[in-house]
């Protein structure tokens, strides 16, 4: 019979006994695979999120909370640029560096089931913008270096000269059940408990993304501007002339495209676009064609003691982010986790090491009929590598499928998309590990087997 062989028998003897010990390093393990796997993804979907912006330009604060209101849907955007300063980006003297730039307003939300004394648990994003977002830019890169590019699921993109029209990320369709050619209410602020706003036509539900796209809701810029409370009033803007300018000049000779030229509602009956001078932007997504695009722009906006603005590279601003805060935070919940599997490999030296006064007999029998002490010493320690082998192989299984459960939870919340293949390479150092710490704690137990007295347990 061999080592292995013997090992599982008295495995299966102490059967209580050596399933607790498998099950408490089952969930040691478990917990690792899902610190690992989840901070893996969630790094990756993170960084790619940002990836997909070359450039944002807001009003000068931090950048870090310029890149999570505009990129993430968080915290709020408390610094706003004049209209005529995305126009430098389209008609202006940063046109010859850009190729498309996407203004973004945001301050507004969406509860598909509001409560009556508040706002529910899904409170999603409103941000308004031009269908450039869709159409021209994109939000990635494929593991093959394609660009992903949005699609949409059902409907279409929203119309530049409809203003009220609005487009669904797949998670707030999904999760509120609006469908195409239905209408939804935004409510102004974004707690959910300001005034319902005017109705947006819905046209279009995006392909879901993986990223924070899919939990927010995109209406058109132009009705956005003729809701309450997002304009300028007429006097705040007389009172900007007299005392002088304050951004960029306004741009002559325009290509036309912003505003429109004719714009109607949703019944098709042409209304008055907001004048200029009355808007205001959150932010402006700018797509440059050439290599060091990025860079001039940077530096022409940044170092302008003029401009109210600053521009930020989203990817290097998310790295900082992930380096500084999440890297350690990931470093601690790893060492707690590894201590959980320390713990319960001591639960195997101690199982082992109890039952060896009950096994005394056995392995003298073992002994009398030509077991060399080398022998039952290897058998002890292959029982320690078995039961650390099969807690391993377990906590993994059981690690992917806790993944696969807390998944819908993580991407409502997050938007992160988890599954339950989602693999790490790390992972694969887990096993040998495991079989390192079975051999040491095996050893203590396998000495002790290694000096039995074998006249003595006879007897």
Known sequence: MSLWRIAWKNMQQ????????????????????????????AVKQFSSYAGGYQLI??????DLQLVLSTVYHLGESRYTLPYSFYREFTDGKYADLTVTAVPYCMGDSFDPRPLEDGPSDQLYRVVATTPDLFDKLEYGVNRDGTPRRYRFRDGRNFRSDHAFEAVLGSVVAAKSGVKVGETINPTHGISGR???????????ILEPTGTSNDRAVFVNLEGFYLLDGHSLSQKTVEEKALSGPTGPPQVENPRGVLPPATLYNNNDEPIEPLSEPQREVSSILVLSDDQMGPTILTSQINKDQNQAAQAVAPLRTVANLLEGIVGPLQVVLLVLTILIVVVASISILVSIYNSMSERSHDIAVMRALGASRSSVMLVVLSESILLSLTGGVLGIILGHALIAFAAPYIEAQAGIQLAFWEFDPWEIAVIPALVVLATLAGLLPAISAYRTDVAHSLG
Not at 14 to 41: D, E, F
């Open 14 to 41: 102490r059967g209580v006994a050596s399933s607790l010990t498998v099950l408490s390093m089952a969930l040691g393990v478990a917990v690792m695979v899902g610190v690992i796997v989840i901070h893996a993804v």
């Open 57 to 62: 330009v807001g009003g000068k604060g931090g």
């Open 194 to 204: 300001g005034d319902r706003h005017d109705e947006f036509l819905v046209t279009g």
